[in-house]
């Protein structure tokens, strides 16, 4: 079935750097879009990043644009979020979620923290 | 952006009751070329990731039970628990898949009353 775990996450000083990765098993990773999707402590869903299954097409959300890269390696099916210049507001779970536009299945998240 | 906003923000429903739970988009989510309405409903339990119910506005995922369903078209939708059970307790979120950013609903706590 599908698996999605999620990795990378912990607590960063603020303007540092962080990238996170969500390995996949169970489909056919390079024929599907990805997302990330974050939840701050106690917030709701906040969608961050998409990219097309072949990773020439990526978007952003605006809090995230220009400090945050989405990315993927299809021959090791795994995708990537490189998180730069991270602030408090960027606390929270990160979740990667498989299928494009709609996020059908979502992994269980890996927890940020960006504290001094 | 689309702004996609939830009513109520949380609702107490007896056991056995009917639940439902508003969203409003503020575009058309209608695509008129296939006549697909781009929302979705999930479901997030505590200490879960989200689950997804509803897709195409009011096609049920597998395995989701029928007492789940949801309706609307454009800018208005509504998801419906016909008969409240206690694992229904949750947040629900209603999502627009239209066009990026794809936004999310504040979500809907819903629990026992």
């Known amino acids: 079935q599908v698996q999605l775990v999620e990795s990378g996450g912990g607590v960063v000083q603020p303007g540092k750097s962080l990238r996170l990765s969500c390995a996949t098993s169970g489909f056919t990773f390079n024929s599907h879009g990805m997302h990330w999707v974050r939840q701050g402590p106690g917030r709701g869903l906040e969608w961050v990043a998409v990219?097309?299954?072949?990773?020439?097409?990526?978007d952003y959300a605006d809090s995230v644009r220009g400090r945050f890269t989405i990315s993927r390696d299809n021959s090791n099916n795994t995708l990537y979020l490189q998180m730069n210049s991270l602030s408090p507001a960027d606390t929270g779970l990160y979740y990667c979620?498989?299928?494009?536009?709609?996020?059908?299945?979502w992994g269980q998240g890996t927890l940020v923290t960006v504290s001094s | 952006d689309i702004v996609v906003t939830q009513s109520p923000d949380s609702l107490a429903v007896s056991l056995g009751e009917r639940a439902s739970i508003n969203c409003k988009s503020s575009q058309t989510l209608l695509y008129r070329s296939n006549n697909k309405n781009y929302l979705a409903w999930f479901q997030q339990k505590a200490g879960q990731p989200p689950k997804l119910l509803i897709y195409w506005a009011s096609f049920r995922e597998f395995g989701v039970p029928d007492r789940f369903s949801a309706s609307g078209s454009g800018t208005d939708f509504t998801l419906t628990i016909s008969s409240l059970q206690a694992e229904d307790v949750a947040v629900y979120y209603c999502?627009?898949?239209?066009?990026?950013?794809?936004?999310f609903g504040q979500g809907t706590k819903l629990e026992i009353k």
């Open positions: 990219i097309s299954y072949d990773g020439t097409n990526k």
């Open positions: 979620a498989k299928d494009s536009p709609l996020a059908r299945d």
């Open positions: 999502q627009q898949y239209f066009r990026t950013p794809y936004t």
